[in-house]
């Protein structure tokens, strides 16, 4: 089993809130930080924490890896989380990241259609499986290249846990400066190079259609 969790030293940066209303609240997670606790005390800091302590009300409604920074939606009412949930379960939000990757694809853009499971001995790490893998989709599309490293945005249709980066590991391109998949020296970079830049969901307020961007730190 691999520790993610040996140096956790998470950004002290002040909350960045992209948007707040009486239903719900939009966050610009730093990457290094988790989203919730971890097991153990020194892993206790997390975004939920830092939020409820400026917005006591806030409720989880899903999560980011820690090393992925950007656009994290919170409820503040019950209704709120049970609606937004519904959303994400039912794969109504959309969302959209974008990361620079190791190579130059082949292809401008594409789908990755495959399924993923715990890699058990090596938790927390996922793999492709396809005989007990659940179903899994991305699509992809070029934004530049840059000697050998690509930006490209990311379009997750799932959100099983590490879906991007094992995806872009399966195609050849692995993400930039990712603890766990890119381990090749010419692959480092200060942080893993992945962002969600957008989020999209019907309010719980009457159902409007929203979205909201966090700016790119890369």
Same mark, same amino acid.
């Given at each position: *089993? ?24 939009? &966050? ?12 153990? %005390? ?12 400026? =917005?006591?009300? +806030? ?6 890896? #820690?090393?992925?920074?950007?656009? *994290?939606? =919170? +409820? ?5 989380? #049970? ?11 959309? $969302?959209?990241?974008?990361?620079? @990757?190791?190579? &130059?694809?082949? %292809?401008?853009?594409?789908? &990755? ?13 996922? $793999? ?6 659940? +179903? ?12 050998? @490293?690509?930006?490209? #945005? /990311? ?8 879906? /991007? ?18 381990? %090749?020296? %010419? *692959?480092?970079?200060? #942080?893993? *190079?992945?962002?969600?830049?957008? /989020? ?14 966090? $700016? /790119?730190? =890369?």
């Amino acid at each position: *089993m691999i520790d993610p969790t040996d140096a956790y030293n998470p950004p002290n940066d002040p909350l960045v809130i992209i948007h707040d209303d009486h239903e719900v609240l939009l &966050v610009d997670k730093p990457a290094g930080l988790l989203s919730v606790p971890g097991k153990g %005390e020194h892993l206790a800091d997390c975004l939920l924490t830092r939020v409820q302590a400026a =917005f006591p009300m +806030a409720l989880l409604v899903h999560r980011l890896d #820690r090393d992925t920074s950007g656009v *994290m939606v =919170f +409820a503040l009412t019950r209704n709120a989380q #049970r609606h937004l949930g519904l959303q994400f379960e039912k794969r109504q939000t959309k $969302k959209t990241y974008v990361a620079d @990757v190791y190579g &130059v694809p082949s %292809e401008k853009s594409g789908t &990755v259609d495959l399924p993923l499971i715990v890699d058990w001995p090596n938790r927390p790490l996922q $793999k492709v499986c396809h005989e007990t893998g659940k +179903a899994a989709q991305t699509d992809w599309k070029v934004m530049r290249t840059k000697g050998n @490293v690509t930006r490209v #945005r /990311l379009m997750p249709l799932t959100g099983r846990s590490h879906q /991007l980066r094992v995806h872009m590991l399966a195609i050849g391109h692995p993400i930039m400066g990712d603890p766990f998949y890119a381990t %090749e020296p %010419e *692959m480092a970079a200060p #942080r893993m *190079m992945l962002h969600a830049q957008t /989020l999209a969901f019907r309010h719980p307020d009457g159902g409007k259609g929203v979205r909201y961007t966090a $700016k /790119l730190p =890369f």
